[in-house]
């Protein structure tokens, strides 16, 4: 599902974290600070534990809630690392883009942060999160009035249908492929066999699968019950393309604005421009504002950079911040322990579990495995991504960001972050297999040589005969993406689409993927879960859903054991003293940023 693009991007940031976590920076800074940001967080997973709902009309309806103390006006800077490569909604996959496209574009549903920390699934273009039908097979929705692009044409469900069929064009090859497949049945890029060329030749659809009766109506067949549809419509991938308007190739260079902000200039690799859109309603906005006047974005900042900018809160600083850039792990201690710096910062997660694969080609005696689990020590990791600011202990392959998120330690590594290499023994030396060599694959920087040592002593404690094998960064998820690599555990991180867990169990334990750079590392092809993973998909209650997604994950933790989870990635972002309406959006996986305004 995730090997297109976004699967690199999802994983490509694991990488690219790791590397991160490598910086040997570690230590937790302590002090009442490092207490309340952990308490900030554990807030977050607290509140996203209960069931995200799905909103009806009236959750649905806008204007949104005013933020209190928000004034209209006056200009934000935006401090970036990365530029953006793709501005077409139908090759959006990467989380930068996708915050951006909260303030350019909009779908059929988003979601909906209030005030009391609650997240909603609200119908955006659409007058709720959606209507089933035929045991969830079938969806509808109804557009709402007054929903314009920015030059004042009316959305209609032309252009909702457009933006499915282009999909399915050979061009687009950068954004998710869930609703493709679930149209075609099928996995893959096979689903590209249902409308090779997409709407351009003139070819749609068929009503059985996708109907709009009408210019407000749209309808949605699917072959099989897609209780996630709600969330799914809700990713950035999914959102609206002016049939008009529509360029191909060109389209993802200068996209039609539906949402409150379009773009005035862009230069690629240098900045971006937004201003308002004149033609965005906020009474048809259940979840963003219009309060800024213009957003002034530039790139090549790294966190280094941002960081000592926005602690400097000197100038323009002091109406910055980066949309996904956070507080550097260098600065983290001087943030967090200068109360001036510190109050003027958001934490919450992101959606990314690191594990330590276990390559089950290679290592198939389950005793092993369960040794390997034993002894192996997530403190490194912890301690190297900045430990609470960066990084919470794992206990599962389900991150906290998860709808219906269960906090439990099966394996103990929460309760052992330093692993038990004496008990791990215990078991090699019970299963005749002490000595057992294992071929360790790390990421070669610098950082990296020096937390892949501490695992590998660990090990060795353990009775393992352990051989380190530096990877280059660059091509790191390449070596080890390959279903034939030589070596026996290695790292990486898996981030959810949405929250659900039906976007991280298939892709990354469903044995029937196993394939080179798919997400399947470890190579766990097992029956029961195979078929658990069947079962599951079909189940139309959302809160059932999640429940028997969080028994099969203690299955495959407990007695499957394909590896080890060390850590649930959060990050704590700093903001300049005249940014107004800042919070943290765990879904995002950022500052929201429909709720930003400029201080006067």
């Avoid at 549809?229 to 604005?257: C, H, I, Q, R, W």
């Avoid at 794992?394 to 692993?419: N, W």
Wanted: proline fraction near 6%; glycine fraction near 8%; hydrophobic fraction near 35%.
């Amino acid at each position: 599902m995730r090997r297109t693009r976004a699967g690199l991007v999802a994983i490509a940031a694991g990488a690219l974290v790791l590397t991160a976590c490598s910086s040997g920076n570690g230590s937790d800074s302590g002090g009442k600070q490092g207490k309340d940001v952990k308490a900030t967080q554990s807030k977050s997973a607290q509140q996203l534990q209960s069931q995200v709902t799905f909103g009806d009309a009236a959750a649905s309806t806008g204007p949104a809630a005013p933020i209190a103390g928000a004034t209209p006006g006056g200009t934000l800077h935006a401090l970036e690392r990365d530029s953006y490569t793709h501005l077409d909604p139908g090759q959006i996959y990467v989380s930068n883009e996708g915050q951006l496209a909260t303030l350019i574009h909009r779908g059929l549903t988003t979601y909906k942060l209030d005030d009391k920390g609650n997240y909603t699934v609200v119908g955006d273009l659409a007058t709720d999160s959606g209507e089933q039908s035929d045991g969830g097979k079938t969806w509808t929705f109804h557009l709402k009035d007054g929903i314009k692009w920015q030059d004042g044409t009316p959305i209609t469900s032309k252009d909702i249908r457009w933006s499915v069929e282009r999909l399915f064009a050979p061009f687009i090859t950068n954004g998710p492929a869930y609703l493709q497949q679930w149209l075609a049945n099928t996995n893959g890029a096979d689903y590209r066999k249902l409308l090779p060329d997409g709407p351009y030749k003139g070819k749609h659809l068929p009503d059985s699968l996708l109907a709009t009766p009408d210019d407000k109506t749209i309808v949605f067949h699917f072959p099989n019950p897609e209780a996630d549809t709600p969330y799914l419509f809700a990713m950035p991938g999914y959102s609206a393309v002016d049939s008009a308007k529509d360029t191909k190739e060109k389209y993802d260079k200068a996209p039609v604005a539906s949402g409150p902000y379009m773009i005035k200039s862009f230069e690629t690799g240098k900045s971006m421009t937004l201003v308002k859109n004149p033609n965005w309603d906020p009474a048809t906005d259940a979840a963003r504002h219009q309060y800024v006047d213009t957003y002034d974005i530039t790139f090549n900042h790294q966190q280094e950079d941002s960081t000592k900018r926005l602690m400097s809160d000197a100038g323009d600083n002091q109406t910055s911040l980066s949309f996904s850039n956070a507080v550097d792990t260098l600065n983290t201690p001087k943030v967090v322990g200068t109360p001036s710096i510190y109050k003027r910062t958001v934490a919450g997660y992101q959606p990314f579990v690191g594990e330590v694969n276990f390559n089950m080609t290679k290592l198939t005696d389950l005793n092993v495995r369960k040794a390997l689990a034993m002894a192996l020590p997530t403190k490194p990791t912890y301690t190297a991504l900045g430990a609470s600011y960066g990084a919470e202990y794992a206990g599962g392959f389900i991150s906290p960001t998860l709808s219906g998120y269960q906090k439990a330690d099966p394996l103990g590594k929460v309760a052992h972050p330093d692993g038990q290499p004496a008990e791990a023994k215990k078991i090699l030396q019970a299963a005749g297999k002490l000595n057992t060599k294992i071929t360790y694959a790390y990421i070669n920087t610098t950082q990296g040589q020096q937390y892949s040592v501490v695992i590998a002593n660990t090990l060795k404690q353990a009775g393992f005969d352990v051989q380190r094998k530096e990877l280059p960064s660059a091509t790191y998820y390449d070596l080890i993406g390959k279903v034939d690599n030589p070596y026996d555990i290695y790292a990486s991180a898996w981030g959810a689409d949405w929250p659900s867990t039906l976007t991280v169990i298939p892709p990354v334990f469903d044995g029937r993927t196993i394939a080179d750079q798919a997400p399947n590392y470890s190579h766990v092809n097992d029956p029961h879960i195979n078929s658990e993973i069947d079962r599951i998909k079909k189940i139309t209650d959302p809160k059932a859903a999640a429940d028997a997604w969080f028994a099969l994950n203690t299955y495959i933790v407990t007695k499957v054991i394909p590896g080890v989870p060390t850590v649930y990635y959060k990050q704590l972002q700093l903001f300049g003293s005249k940014v107004g309406g800042v919070v943290y959006n765990n879904i995002t996986a950022g500052i929201d940023l429909t709720k930003l305004y400029v201080k006067k």
